[in-house]
């Protein structure tokens, strides 16, 4: 048997030792008041997170990939992560790869004795060509599922720079992840259930991994997606609303121009810089990563 007694997210919260006693509402407020810890138990390990948006920054502008693995509530919420980013930022959908434990199936079911393979991480990871390029963050609440570790471990082995996220103090896995990031939340409102506490700051710190780093990678303009991809009506008016806030013209002419070049990016630029031909543009925008504030400014 393991020994989880140890483990921070598996201590009773004394706050809610009461909570199946109450009224409805207290069920919730109890529950809102233990949430409410979540961000500042984020806050206080900033500093790790932006060490690995750093990395993850430099990967992806040398050719390299973020991984996310997990097992359970941290596997799905690292392929929930990964799956966001190519209908936000125009990537592709192997720029940013998420592994759970179980493959695809878990996401709906549960395979939980699939968590304590270190070898199920290593197949895992080499079908997808896991190099040393890449970045790979191992996400486990507990900070000790074996699958996850094994994941870290490997990644290590060969080279790839490693990172984590937990939510429990003294774990094994920030123990041997190059670039740790141990958000801790303490007891849960229900013992050991961490899709609670420990899932919302999983999640606040990998929409702020991606966020950042895709923003450092000139996805963004001011605090506008540039790189939207306009696969419905909504989208579509939003890439409308993107261009007239940037460049302050009419939703006729801005649609106009993203008739013309099926981007925002390319469309913004256009406009800003008054260069029409799609070759120069591209060519200016890829010297430059794909920044506009960049690219702009050697328009010449």
């Known amino acids: 048997m393991v020994d989880i007694s140890k483990i921070s997210t598996e201590k009773r919260n004394?706050?809610?030792?009461?909570?199946?006693?109450?009224?409805?509402?207290?069920?919730l407020e109890l529950i809102n008041n233990e949430d409410k810890t979540v961000p500042l138990a984020v806050e206080k390990v900033i500093d790790q997170i932006a060490k690995v948006v750093d990395v993850v920054t430099n990967a992806f502008t040398n050719g390299g990939r973020l991984f996310y693995i997990g097992a359970g509530t941290s596997g799905r919420l690292g392929v929930l992560?990964?799956?966001?980013?190519?209908?936000?930022?125009g990537v592709s959908e192997d720029l940013v790869v998420g592994?759970?434990?179980?493959g695809d199936t878990a996401l709906r079911t549960a395979i939980e004795g699939i968590e304590d393979s270190k070898a199920a991480a290593v197949m895992d990871l080499e079908k997808h060509h896991?190099?040393?390029?890449?970045?790979?963050?191992?996400?486990?609440?507990?900070?000790?599922?074996?699958?996850?570790?094994?994941?870290?471990?490997?990644?290590?082995?060969?080279?790839?720079?490693?990172?984590?996220?937990?939510?429990?103090?003294?774990?094994?896995i920030a123990s041997i992840a190059k670039y740790p990031i141990e958000a801790?939340?303490?007891?849960?409102?229900?013992?050991?259930?961490?899709?609670?506490?420990?899932?919302?700051?999983?999640?606040?710190?990998?929409?702020?991994i991606t966020?950042?780093?895709m923003v450092k990678i000139g996805k963004v303009y001011e605090n506008l997606m540039i790189d939207v991809q306009m696969n419905n009506d909504k989208l579509i008016s939003r890439a409308q609303i993107i261009v007239t806030e940037v460049t302050g013209v009419s939703t006729e002419i801005a649609q106009k121009y993203l008739d013309k070049y099926g981007?925002?990016?390319?469309?913004?630029?256009?406009?800003?810089?008054?260069?029409?031909?799609?070759?120069?543009?591209?060519?200016?925008?890829?010297?430059?990563?794909?920044?506009?504030?960049e690219s702009l400014k050697y328009n010449v």
């Open 184 to 208: 801790i939340t303490g007891a849960e409102p229900l013992t050991g259930s961490t899709r609670m506490k420990s899932g919302t700051a999983q999640k606040l710190i990998l929409n702020m």
């Open 14 to 27: 004394i706050k809610t030792k009461n909570i199946d006693l109450v009224s409805t509402k207290e069920i």
């Open 99 to 102: 592994i759970i434990a179980g």
């Open 81 to 89: 992560d990964a799956s966001e980013c190519p209908p936000t930022f």
């Open 211 to 213: 966020t950042a780093s």
């Open 263 to 293: 981007s925002v990016k390319f469309a913004i630029f256009a406009i800003m810089s008054k260069i029409e031909d799609p070759k120069k543009i591209e060519e200016l925008l890829d010297r430059h990563h794909g920044n506009i504030r």
């Open 130 to 172: 896991l190099n040393k390029n890449d970045v790979l963050v191992g996400i486990a609440a507990s900070g000790r599922t074996p699958y996850v570790v094994g994941g870290v471990e490997y990644a290590n082995k060969i080279g790839c720079i490693t990172a984590c996220v937990t939510t429990s103090s003294d774990s094994e």
